[in-house]
């Protein structure tokens, strides 16, 4: 069975940092691409950041270029988001994704991907 596990969610002041981890159990990842993505309260759940199996050219949203960072240990099969300078408008819950097949590029689309953590939560102060 195929489980996605986050940690590392918080609250923070604005400008602070926090680090997610998200753990796969199950499967090997190594060669599958992963993702983190974010819903606040009312809205749709957003693509936020994602990595192909070789870690090469991570894919991020516009407004999170230059503060977040996504990165993959596949020894460990697990993704990791680095987050900093961060804004009351990145709270929400985020969560992990990962496709269940091999592929050199990344798609925003939830639907695109197979598995799915249960979501760790962030909140950001003004």
């Known amino acids: 069975q195929v489980q996605l596990v986050e940690f590392g969610g918080g609250s923070v002041q604005a400008g602070g940092s926090l680090r997610l981890s998200c753990a796969a159990s199950?499967?090997?990842?190594?060669?599958?691409?992963m993702a983190w993505f974010r819903q606040a309260p009312g809205k749709e759940r957003e693509f936020v950041a994602g990595?192909?199996?070789?870690?090469?050219?991570?894919t991020y949203r516009d407004s999170v270029k230059g503060r977040f960072t996504i990165s993959r240990d596949n020894a460990k099969n697990t993704v990791y988001l680095q987050m900093n300078s961060l804004k009351p408008e990145d709270t929400a819950v985020y969560y992990c994704?990962?496709?269940?097949?091999?592929?050199?590029?990344?798609?925003?689309?939830?639907?695109?991907?197979?598995?799915w953590g249960q979501g760790t939560q962030v909140s950001v102060s003004s």
């Open positions: 994704a990962a496709k269940g097949s091999s592929s050199i590029v990344v798609i925003t689309r939830t639907s695109w991907y197979d598995y």
């Open positions: 990595v192909s199996w070789s870690a090469g050219s991570p």
């Open positions: 199950g499967r090997t990842f190594s060669n599958f691409p």
